[in-house]
């Protein structure tokens, strides 16, 4: 299985980050290696200084698919969940700078916290889900599937022209703004329409 990403999918986000708007939809990898059991202590990799916590809708796709119309990309997921998206800061500034990919700061080992799946149909409006980061009983991150720029189906249709969908893939939807650093001791908790999703401990 692979995670397909989205990247500046909320403009709130996009101006904490750059300010640049892209006119297509941002889209990486990472490996299966990524996924982190949330169940088990998390510990900081050695080569980052400046963990970053990203929380994110994620969609578990159904069925293999490729070239998928976006009027038929609601029959390829069945179910809806939370995760992070873990990025190495300081590793990425310097790739930028160079010009460089991004998959040392976005697709190493454990960087992938996958959450908990709710079947779509419990929830009466996918385009309006609510959902939050907590570190240590605070919100840090707390947003609206209504204000992403790219919608779910927009993003299956778009990412099936690149990569072929299969059964068990992830797709991350994109973080919103309040992103920040982690350290330990810091207790991250995910929620979706306020039902807990994930928990994880740092260390």
């Not at 692979?2 to 300010?19: A, M, P």
């Given at each position: 299985?692979?995670?397909?990403?989205?990247?500046?999918?909320?403009i709130?986000?996009?101006?904490?980050?750059?300010g640049?708007q892209?006119?297509?939809?941002?889209?990486?990898?990472?490996?299966?290696?990524?996924i982190?059991?949330p169940?088990?202590?998390?510990?900081?990799?050695?080569?980052?200084n400046d963990?970053?916590?990203e929380?994110?809708?994620?969609?578990?796709?159904?069925?293999?698919?490729k070239?998928i119309?976006?009027?038929?990309?609601?029959?390829?997921?069945?179910?809806?969940?939370?995760?992070?998206?873990?990025?190495?800061?300081?590793?990425?500034?310097?790739?930028?700078?160079?010009?460089?990919?991004?998959?040392?700061?976005?697709?190493?080992?454990?960087?992938?916290?996958?959450?908990?799946?709710?079947e779509?149909?419990?929830f009466?409006d996918?385009?309006?889900?609510?959902f939050?980061?907590?570190?240590?009983?605070q919100?840090?991150?707390?947003?609206?599937?209504n204000?992403?720029?790219?919608?779910?189906?927009?993003?299956?249709?778009?990412?099936?022209?690149?990569?072929?969908?299969?059964?068990?893939?992830?797709?991350?939807?994109?973080?919103?703004?309040?992103?920040?650093?982690?350290?330990?001791?810091?207790?991250?908790?995910?929620?979706?329409?306020?039902?807990?999703?994930?928990?994880?401990?740092?260390?």
């Amino acid at each position: 299985m692979k995670i397909i990403c989205v990247g500046k999918n909320y403009i709130d986000h996009i101006k904490e980050f750059d300010g640049k708007q892209p006119d297509n939809m941002v889209l990486f990898l990472k490996p299966d290696t990524a996924i982190h059991n949330p169940e088990m202590p998390y510990y900081i990799p050695d080569f980052t200084n400046d963990l970053h916590h990203e929380i994110e809708v994620i969609l578990k796709i159904n069925q293999n698919g490729k070239h998928i119309s976006e009027k038929f990309a609601h029959k390829y997921y069945d179910e809806i969940g939370l995760g992070i998206d873990f990025t190495a800061r300081d590793v990425q500034a310097q790739l930028r700078k160079e010009g460089l990919s991004w998959e040392k700061a976005k697709a190493f080992d454990g960087s992938a916290i996958i959450g908990n799946f709710i079947e779509k149909s419990r929830f009466p409006d996918l385009n309006s889900l609510a959902f939050r980061l907590e570190k240590n009983g605070q919100k840090v991150q707390e947003s609206s599937t209504n204000l992403m720029i790219w919608k779910f189906d927009q993003i299956i249709s778009e990412a099936s022209k690149f990569f072929t969908l299969r059964k068990g893939d992830i797709i991350f939807t994109g973080t919103p703004a309040g992103v920040g650093s982690v350290a330990p001791n810091d207790v991250l908790e995910g929620f979706l329409e306020n039902q807990k999703m994930f928990e994880v401990n740092i260390k």
